[in-house]
């Protein structure tokens, strides 16, 4: 009789128990889902994954992005369907129950798994597959995860819901382009971030400007850690519609571009209806892009980015209406183009460029017909033949300051050319002393233009009259000629027909009877400066030429004297003479 009553009393504590827990999480027992059979949780990995798994008493739950456990219900039909569908340490789902859906009332159920109301799996590796899992979401949005694999986009993906998350296994989730009509991957939500995965773009030429993926009018959304890759055409159109959405801004992060060389493949297009695209690109690579990045009206600041190999203007930005500003920052980027288009061509006015390093091999850094734009603090290298001025100045307004300037080549042109560019400031660059042609060139165009505190500087131009610009303590420089006088085997003076082609000559005289020097006009431009010293211990005879070499008087320069000359109008004239001999 005890015994009886002692199993009596220790089964109603037991249901008690039962029932006190039960009632605790809101749920019946039967309608737990055991979704993995282990004794201990497991390390929870360092990417902010969703993890799966079950607490020693096997039922069923799921740790959050924080690390919260959250119990959730299941059916009683699909009770037993779970058990081992995902790796709790990977997230990798079983592949011999791929099958098997959470809901079976729900269309498409086989197409995901809903772990949770804001986390989806993606089963089914096409377009449609995709799409059913975004719908899965609902109006609040939440993430869809892609597994690794191969994913045949075939029709548009579109994102339905503001705060959608569409997130890959990194470069083993690729998306791969299998059709050219319409969008591959369409977002007008706010809020939706892109991470990643990798977008084969699969070679496809993109029909009337449509591409891989596109995101407008979208506010707050995110690109982060996606790889574009066998791009033909355009890759990612993003923007908006100022009039539909003028407050949109975007942000693409850690994402590479690779294209193929080919003539129309495009990594980044903003081109947009009207202004107002806020764009920020940082901590990117394009690759072997016809061009990659096209704006029009867009205001973009980028940062930290590598632009290598490629065949066409790295960054092409212009305007949709005249007087349509960008107000744009480049800066922290790495250049290396090498064929004859800019590396940054800008149709619009008020950009700023800094801190970026240009290795050009043959064409223009920076050209705009823009104004107000700065340009500061870069380093500019040439390598090879130079066929432009390195900054190719037609706007007004211009600041050009603390840049540094290295031609490798002894043939290469102008570092900074002026065409149709007035009221500009250009001070304390450096300009390499191994170029032979001059530092800046101006004509007659270029007008109210001040140059202060450059070292090595040397101007050039043609039809330009002097007086239209400005020049404050530049230290002057652009190569140096060195002339010898051999003897004059008829005991006279050693006549020589000074050319000058730099700005600094030196002359040696081996003649014991003088060197008569007489002043070239071939190749002379308006406003060159020639200065002109005597290193021998004969001296150089120079004659007051009437319409060729206008001095104060002739000039017998002894060794180390100096003769500074200008050329004006059709004739040398002297500015300015010193007698230094020992």
Not at 183 to 208: A, H, L, P, R
């Amino acid at each position: 009789m005890r015994k009886i009553i002692l199993i009596f009393f220790l089964s109603f504590i037991l249901i008690f128990a039962v029932s006190a827990e039960a009632q605790r999480r809101n749920v019946t027992p039967q309608h737990w889902v055991p979704l993995i059979k282990q004794e201990q949780e497991p390390a929870t990995p360092t990417q902010g994954l969703a993890i799966i798994y079950a607490d020693p008493n096997g039922d069923g739950v799921y740790k959050n992005f924080e690390g919260e456990k959250t119990y959730f219900a299941g059916t009683n039909a699909t009770y037993n369907t779970f058990t081992n569908l995902i790796d709790a340490n990977t997230l990798a789902i079983d592949e011999t129950n791929r099958s098997v859906g959470i809901n079976q009332t729900t269309p498409d159920a086989n197409a995901y798994l809903h772990i949770s109301d804001k986390y989806i799996v993606c089963k089914i590796f096409t377009s449609a597959g995709i799409n059913a899992c975004i719908d899965a979401l609902g109006s609040e949005g939440g993430e869809v995860y892609l597994p690794e694999g191969t994913y045949s986009i075939t029709t548009e993906v579109s994102i339905d819901y503001d705060n959608t998350t569409i997130r890959g296994a990194g470069e083993s989730t690729i998306l791969q382009m299998d059709t050219n009509a319409g969008w591959g991957i369409n977002n007008e939500k706010d809020y939706v971030t892109f991470k990643d995965f990798v977008v084969d773009c699969n070679g496809k030429d993109w029909q009337s400007f449509y591409a891989s993926v596109r995101m407008y009018n979208a506010t707050g959304s995110k690109m982060e850690n996606v790889t574009f890759k066998n791009i033909n055409s355009r890759a990612l159109y993003a923007g908006c519609d100022e009039t539909v959405n003028d407050k949109s801004f975007l942000i693409i992060d850690s994402c590479c571009f690779l294209g193929n060389d080919a003539s129309g493949s495009l990594g980044l297009c903003t081109i947009t209806g009207d202004a107002g695209a806020k764009i920020t690109i940082s901590n990117c690579h394009f690759q072997d892009l016809a061009k990659a990045i096209l704006a029009e009206d867009s205001l973009l600041l980028i940062n930290n980015c590598s632009f290598e190999s490629c065949p066409g203007f790295n960054i092409y930005a212009y305007e949709s209406a005249a007087n349509s500003s960008q107000y744009s920052v480049v800066s922290n980027c790495y250049f290396s183009n090498g064929t004859v288009y800019e590396d940054i061509y800008i149709k619009s006015s008020y950009w700023i460029i800094s801190n970026n390093i240009f290795r050009n091999s043959s064409s223009i850094s920076i050209s705009s017909a823009g104004d107000y734009h700065i340009i500061s603090d870069n380093i500019f290298i040439t390598p090879t033949d130079h066929i432009f001025g390195i900054i190719y100045i037609n706007g007004d307004y211009w600041i050009v300051t603390d840049n540094a300037f290295y031609l490798e080549a002894n043939d290469a042109d102008y570092c900074i050319q002026f065409d149709n560019g007035d009221n500009c400031a250009v001070g304390s660059n450096i300009f390499d002393t191994d170029v032979d042609t001059a530092a800046i060139y101006m004509d007659a165009d270029d007008t109210g233009n001040i140059f202060y505190g450059n070292q090595n500087t040397s101007f050039s131009g043609s039809n330009r009259v002097y007086g239209d610009f400005k020049v404050y303590s530049n230290f002057v420089h652009a190569g140096i000629d060195e002339d010898t006088i051999a003897n004059d085997p008829n005991n006279s003076p050693a006549a020589h027909t000074l050319i000058p082609t730099a700005t600094y000559v030196s002359l040696t005289c081996q003649n014991p009877n003088t060197c008569d020097i007489v002043m070239s006009e071939t190749g002379a431009e308006q406003g060159q400066i020639c200065i002109i010293t005597n290193l021998s211990s004969y001296a150089c005879d120079f004659a007051d030429t009437a319409g060729v070499s206008e001095l104060a008087g002739a000039f017998a320069m002894e060794q180390y004297d100096i003769l500074e000359l200008i050329y004006l109008s059709d004739r040398w004239v002297e500015r300015c003479r010193s007698d230094n001999s020992p």
